[in-house]
């Protein structure tokens, strides 16, 4: 139920965000999709800190933090217009290029946390920290593939 | 070849340097799973660290042919030693040969700099190196691109480094990893003999090496 209602809000944000801000301003696509990295970082970094031992591990802090992440991550596509692609940012030239394979990866990070706050409902710590690394990956995969090097 | 087998690597060279190759494989896959993985990255990266230092105190303070004044030569005697690559003649070194020796430098300087500069850096998720707090994220970002680029330029310098051994295997009849195996060298002439030090300061070295890792990494 939950789930749904999740996946339910993340297309309505991806069709709200469509029709609603038809044009966004390249630099504000920009900010806004800074802003929504920066607040996935904001919850996984606890995570992964529970996940490598740092701090005690805590199911329902996790699961909290799942749950963030699995509401944000649909969010973060619109932040990537296309014609935001001169804008100045982090972004590879690589990204515009390849949007399809960008939107699939984008596709698949939701796909991803979706099925983490769902894993996370079950506070079984071994899966969570496994469906974590996976999670994981598909944000790495990205960077490393979308993401300037500083 | 030769009849003489002279003893050049001493123990502590050749488990510096095989330990050496396990942590940076080790290093390099684990920094390309990524993730939770990067702790363990950590973990390598400062038995680099530790690595390298013992290393370049053995230089100093390490037997004969393990001396930095032993096996660093000028560019006469490197551009001798290049003139002479191509041939099928064995080059017959004892130690390091002059081209040799500039290269144990290149490796060490790209590794300290590896290392270095790991200590700052950040992944974008959630692993930080252990004085990212004193730089902050700009600075972090910065000297994580220098990680990177400064990777490829290891794997370049180990690249060259592992080519030449294959060239003086192939081209040369030397068998240059079997040396670094057991530490004798076959030479068709004798050598000045490996002049030994006291076990005690591998020990001492080792230490200091382990202690200034563990101050530096809890700063």
Known sequence: MKRALITLLGAGALVGGVAVVADPKPDDAVEYRQGIMMALGWNVGPMGAMVKGDVPFDAGQFAFHAGRVAVLAPMALEGFPKSSAAAESHALPALWENYADFEDRMKKLEASSAKLAEVAKSGDEGAMKSQFGETVKVCKGCHDEYQEEH | ?219
């Open chain 2, 1 to 219: 070849m030769g009849q003489h087998h002279v003893h050049v690597w001493d123990v502590p060279v050749r488990l510096f340097h095989w330990l050496l190759v396990m942590a940076v494989v080790f290093s390099w896959w684990s920094a390309e799973e990524g993730g939770v993985m990067l702790k363990y990255h950590m973990w390598s990266g400062y038995a680099i660290f530790g690595l390298v230092l013992f290393r370049v105190g053995w230089g100093f303070a390490g037997s004969s042919y393990a001396r930095f004044a032993s096996f660093v030569h000028g560019p006469r005697r490197v551009l001798a030693t290049l003139g002479e690559l191509f041939s099928a003649r064995p080059l017959a070194w004892a130690g390091h040969n002059p081209l040799g020796g500039w290269m144990v430098l290149a490796l060490l300087v790209s590794l300290a700099v590896q290392v270095a500069t790991g200590l700052f850096a950040n992944d974008d998720l959630f692993n930080e190196g252990p004085l990212y707090a004193h730089v902050g994220k700009d600075t972090s970002d910065w000297l994580t691109g220098v990680h990177h680029v400064n990777f490829t330029v290891l794997m370049v310098l180990a690249g060259v480094h592992v080519l030449a051994i294959v060239w003086h295997r192939l081209r040369k009849g030397e068998h240059l990893v079997r040396a670094m195996f057991t530490g004798r060298k076959q030479l068709p002439e004798a050598a000045e003999p490996l002049a030994r030090v006291g076990a005690w300061r591998v020990f001492v070295l080792a230490a200091v090496s382990a202690a200034i890792v563990a101050v530096i990494v809890n700063l």
